[in-house]
């Protein structure tokens, strides 16, 4: 059974910094790309991130020269440091991961369960 499990959300003041983590178990045989998303109240999820396995990246225009992606892919995880936060970056984060499990060796999207960044003013 493959997992991906998020931490490192909360509150934080505008202008102030957060990391999260995401780390992805189970009988993975290879993860592909990796990627973090976000959904604010009344909005569509929307993709903030994504690093491929080689580290090539993109961001969202919202979020560029604030948010780095990096990843461990000697541990399958994925981080996001988010710096200058601001209130509209208020939002649950999903970590997303496309995955290639040992028991079907069938590449899947997986999610993890969220982790909720709230940026106050």
């Known amino acids: 059974q493959v997992q991906l499990v998020e931490s490192g959300g909360g509150l934080v003041q505008a202008g102030g910094s957060m990391r999260l983590s995401c780390a992805a178990s189970?009988?993975?045989?290879?993860?592909?790309?990796m990627a973090w998303f976000r959904q604010a109240p009344g909005k569509e999820r929307e993709l903030v991130a994504r690093i491929t396995s080689g580290g090539s990246t993109n961001y969202a225009d919202s979020v560029k020269g604030r948010f780095t992606i990096s990843r461990d892919n000697a541990k399958n995880t994925v981080n996001l440091q988010m710096n200058s936060l601001k209130p509209e970056d208020t939002a649950l984060y999903y970590c997303?991961?496309?995955?290639?499990?040992?028991?079907?060796?069938?590449?899947?999207?997986?999610w993890g369960q969220g982790t909720q960044v709230t940026v106050s003013s």
């Open positions: 997303n991961a496309a995955i290639r499990p040992i028991v079907t060796m069938t590449p899947n999207n997986y």
């Open positions: 189970g009988s993975i045989f290879s993860i592909n790309a």
